[in-house]
């Protein structure tokens, strides 16, 4: 945005002077103008962060997977780029300091959930030491049933918005929860978003390796049209 309008060419005319938007034939601003330019920044398109807004989580997660590829969600570092002082130590492992690396990645909690996540998918998650990498080369490793192909495109934004909502209740309300809870929390979260959509015979593994990994999950998923609200057999531990 500064770079186009310091490259505006400004025109001069007889008669009074007027503040004109010159990308809107009538002089005026609005905002999807302004996106539009802001848009055409030489960013390289990656599908991943394409299909963030897509991908069928909630939006407060998709949000904060934007604000996450961007660097900007508000850990002690970006805090005190802000003039925001305080104790600066990572509120899950109180044992390093809190940048956003450390604490979606390799702090202790995070490093445990992206373990069992691995060790359930069986595929490594992580692709590189850097969390940010990780994600964008996320879309690089599809599975072949439509199913579980949803559920690696949901798992990212709801595990690292899991350690995120973790951090903000031992910060916040002094409280913590247990390991054994948060992965249970997390599981839960996985299978809740996925009865949101209606599943059929089709869309479920077909692959000896993919039923293993689909077991693994342990979801409760009706096969056909589904009624998220209506209530599921317990004693159907696999679909």
Excluded at 54 to 79: A, Y
Excluded at 83 to 112: R, T, W
Excluded at 135 to 150: D, E, G, T, V
Excluded at 210 to 215: G, T
Aim: charged share 25%.
């Amino acid at each position: 945005m500064e770079r186009e309008l310091l490259h505006r060419r400004i025109r001069h005319t007889e008669g009074n002077d007027l503040l004109r938007w010159g990308y809107s034939p009538r002089g005026t601003f609005t905002t999807q103008e302004a996106y539009k330019i802001q848009s055409q920044d030489n960013i390289p398109n990656d599908p991943f962060w394409e299909k963030v807004w897509t991908s069928g989580i909630w939006p407060k997660v998709s949000t904060f997977l934007w604000l996450t590829r961007h660097r900007k969600i508000l850990t002690w570092d970006n805090l005190r780029k802000r003039k925001i002082h305080g104790p600066s130590i990572c509120p899950n492992c109180h044992s390093q300091e809190e940048m956003l690396q450390h604490l979606l990645s390799s702090c202790p909690l995070a490093n445990l959930l992206w373990e069992k996540t691995s060790f359930r998918c069986q595929r490594k998650c992580r692709t590189s030491e850097d969390i940010i990498e990780s994600l964008r080369s996320w879309h690089k490793n599809p599975f072949h049933s439509a199913i579980l192909n949803h559920l690696w495109k949901i798992i990212p934004g709801l595990l690292i918005w899991t350690i995120w909502k973790e951090r903000n209740k031992h910060i916040f309300k002094d409280q913590r929860t247990s390991t054994e809870i948060l992965w249970e929390r997390f599981c839960k979260n996985l299978e809740e978003s996925l009865a949101l959509k209606n599943w059929h015979q089709e869309d479920f593994p077909k692959q000896n390796n993919e039923k293993i990994i689909w077991e693994n999950w342990n979801f409760c998923l009706q096969r056909g049209n589904l009624d998220f609200n209506s209530s599921r057999n317990p004693s159907n531990n696999h679909p």
